[in-house]
């Protein structure tokens, strides 16, 4: 209670402690001040940074911590701008709060990347901001964060901050504004060599009017962003001071855990709830919709109850359905389904040459965080409030309002630091957050932990899809793509996401045909582009060996020769010593994949060992414009690419009698750390459009890993994952 703190956009002081700051000024009541004012002087800027008397400066985050560095990143934005030290700023996570919904995160994507017009800025900040708050979205995904977020927000957030600043010392200077510089959170009027610090200046900068346009630093004026500071998040987490959603503890707390019908989508017809209330510790067991509950004073006693009982379910005829079921459908649906237009240019049909035909499927796919599900719920005299992990705080309170029947002012929602999510905990149907609202309730006032365990986690997941297509290409005898027609199954992500194609091929034909399953499905690290990535650049490989050209050179002959894909493709072949020998047996792949506003080149290189490749080296090449934080991006595109050769050598997830096959990590094999081979990241700096690294390293593994397969073996694998019935199937003995 010593401190007054400023807050970029509300153009106020608030007297009292920092803690009062940002998490009082962006309650639902000064909300509404906050957007009246916003309304009526229509600004870039949102409560998004506060700046105290002794000079510390607090960025918050609106964005959950996965471990990606966002924390630090986004902080180092604002910071660059305002012209502060580095040693005097903080980050926080932002509650979940209307005022941190993603008006950014759906700018960029509704404008892919592109700024809206200088005139109409204001007032699309205005409309955007205001979808984000409708949509109650606050989404941690689509490596929007810092380029979005971080470039669109937090940026001009702080140059906004500094502008007024600076006018602030003008006024108390004395002198015009345009004499005066500012360095490491001070202001310098150089002709007197009188300097005022930030916080001597919080009180009449408050009152300055909000600029409605500010001036970013060009790149060349950067002292902060491609530097690498220490990562702001990481000493908690050494120390295991970082609270997740399975550390909360309160009072008087129960645990609950639950099994739900097997077959997605079945109900819970009926269960004697006996044994599990003979067990020592067991309170009670709710019937829920579609699962069973069991409440006990501690986790172990819940689950021994849980597993007492037997419940019953319905069964109707997804029951009978099994992965080769599903595959059967599938093509069936690529032979016959009723197609609908993706993407289409020339005519196909009126080009001849040498036709070229390919199958590729690719199964479901399990997220499978380390920190299993989780969330805490407790009613408090006609209010409910919950404790998470989620990747979208404001999307888990309206998810809570809607399944509890409370008004969303009545429901607060906790964000705490999340052990995993990759899409897991951004998936639209949240259960688990339906079942907490219904069991706390029923124990109503105890608050109640629900954790999921690892069985039920792998059987109740929101599975990335399993998909199939088939395409076909022609091509001239000069060996250049003349046609590219193909057929993929439809999904949401599949369909919104990897076309145009990024080769210059003049006829084209792209559909979608449906062929839905009972499977749930959700978002998954690189969404649509790790199927698309593997469908096209493992066909382009394909192409490239029917018409007798290195696969690198054949890319190479369908991309300008002055695009960021030729540079990446360039400097990956340099870096990896592409077309240097190789020891007997060894192979390289390569892959080229634009997503997220990146474009990244991948080599793999493998060698057969019974009949199973093992990799030695990765070398990625990436383009994102230009690097904020270079040890955080590179560790996010080494992420992405572990993840991805974890999929590709084993990951599946399998149907059989409706229900999910897989139980745990036993027989979901995760890539190991003696699995992981030599990885090196490099970035181009470009002009290119700031773009994502969280997920951009995945997509070009598959393909880049089956084409190395093909190098070193001749065997073409059109189907993953690739393990060993696989390999059994596809090679030679």
Not at 60 to 86: F, K, R
Not at 637 to 652: D, P
Request: contains cysteine; glycine residues 10%.
């Amino acid at each position: 209670m010593k401190r007054r703190t400023w807050l970029i956009g509300t153009g106020a002081v608030v007297g009292g402690a920092l803690g009062v700051g940002v998490l009082g000024l962006v309650g639902r009541d000064a909300y509404f001040a906050h957007r009246a004012k916003e309304i009526a002087r229509p600004s870039l800027l949102a409560g998004w940074i506060s700046i105290a008397p002794d000079d510390v400066v607090t960025v918050y985050i609106p964005h959950s911590d996965m471990g990606q560095g966002s924390l630090t990143a986004l902080a180092m934005m604002a910071a660059e701008e305002l012209d502060v030290a580095w040693s005097l700023v903080r980050a926080e996570q932002a509650p979940a709060d209307p005022a941190f919904a993603n008006r950014y995160f759906i700018e960029g994507f509704l404008l892919n990347g592109k700024e809206a017009p200088g005139f109409a800025r204001s007032g699309a900040t205005l409309v955007f901001g205001e979808i984000g708050r409708l949509a109650h979205m606050q989404v941690t995904g689509g490596s929007a964060s810092v380029r979005f977020t971080g470039q669109m927000g937090l940026r001009a957030a702080g140059a906004a901050a500094r502008e007024m600043l600076v006018a602030a010392a003008a006024a108390q200077l004395g002198v015009p504004a345009a004499e005066l510089t500012t360095r490491d959170g001070r202001v310098t009027h150089a002709a007197s060599k009188r300097t005022l610090r930030y916080g001597e200046l919080v009180q009449r900068a408050a009152e300055m009017s909000t600029p409605s346009h500010v001036k970013l630093k060009q790149r060349s004026e950067f002292r902060l962003i491609g530097t690498a500071p220490p990562r702001m998040d990481i000493p908690a987490k050494v120390t295991g001071r970082t609270k997740y959603g399975i550390d909360v503890s309160l009072p008087g707390m129960l645990v609950a855990t639950v099994m739900a019908a097997p077959v997605h989508g079945e109900r819970l017809l009926r269960v004697d709830e006996a044994p599990a209330l003979a067990v020592r510790g067991v309170r009670r067991v709710v019937q829920l919709p579609t699962s069973v509950a069991v409440i006990a004073d501690g986790y172990w006693a819940a689950r021994t109850g849980l597993a007492a009982l037997k419940p019953e379910f319905t069964s109707g005829p997804n029951a009978q359905i099994s992965s080769e079921s599903i595959s059967a459908r599938f093509n069936g649906a690529l032979d016959t389904g009723e197609a609908k237009k993706i993407h289409a240019q020339g005519d196909p049909a009126k080009v001849s040459g040498t036709r070229i035909a390919a199958t590729y499927t690719v199964p479901f796919l399990h997220h499978a965080t380390m920190e299993p599900i989780n969330v805490t719920a407790m009613w408090d005299a006609g209010k409910l409030k919950v404790w998470g992990s989620e990747q979208d705080a404001l999307g888990a309170r309206a998810n809570l309002a809607e399944v509890s029947g409370l008004a969303i002012a009545d429901v607060e929602f906790t964000p705490m630091s999340v052990g995993g999510g990759f899409g897991r905990r951004s998936a639209p149907k949240k259960d688990h957050l339906a079942q907490a609202v219904r069991i706390a309730r029923a124990m109503e006032p105890a608050p109640v932990k629900l954790i999921w365990s690892r069985e039920e986690d792998f059987a109740q997941g929101a599975y990335r899809p399993a998909v199939a297509t088939r395409i076909e290409a022609t091509l001239d005898d000069k060996g250049q793509i003349q046609t590219w027609q193909q057929r993929f199954i439809d999904t949401p992500e599949l369909i919104n996401e990897g076309f145009p194609l990024p080769y210059a091929v003049a006829n084209q034909r792209i559909d979608a045909v449906p062929a839905p399953t009972h499977v749930r499905y959700g978002a998954w690290r690189s969404v649509a582009h790790s199927q698309h990535g593997f469908f096209t650049e493992s066909f382009i490989d394909e192409l490239a060996a029917a018409a007798r050209k290195d696969p690198l050179a054949f890319r190479c002959m369908h991309v300008p020769t002055d695009s960021r894909h030729r540079r990446v493709l360039d400097e990956v072949a340099r870096r990896a010593g592409w077309g240097t020998p190789l020891p007997a047996g060894h192979g390289r792949g390569i892959a080229l994949v634009e997503s997220f506003g990146s474009v990244v080149a991948e080599v793999i290189e493998v060698s057969m060992e019974a009949n199973l490749p093992k990799v030695h080296r990765v070398t990625a090449v990436v383009d994102c414009g230009f690097v904020v934080h270079r040890d955080t991006g590179a560790a996010q595109v080494q992420g992405g690419i572990v993840m991805g050769l974890s999929a590709v050598l084993g990951e599946a997830i399998t149907i059989k009698d409706g229900a999910v096959v897989q139980r745990s990590f036993p027989d979901y094999p995760i890539l190991r750390m003696e699995q992981v081979p030599v990885i090196e990241v490099s970035f181009i700096e470009s002009d290119g459009p700031l773009g994502g690294l969280g997920e951009v390293g995945l997509p070009p593994v598959a393909p880049a890993l089956v084409n190395a397969v093909f190098a070193a073996s001749g065997t073409r694998i059109r189907e993953l994952p690739v393990r060993a019935e696989v390999r059994k199937a596809a090679l030679p003995a």
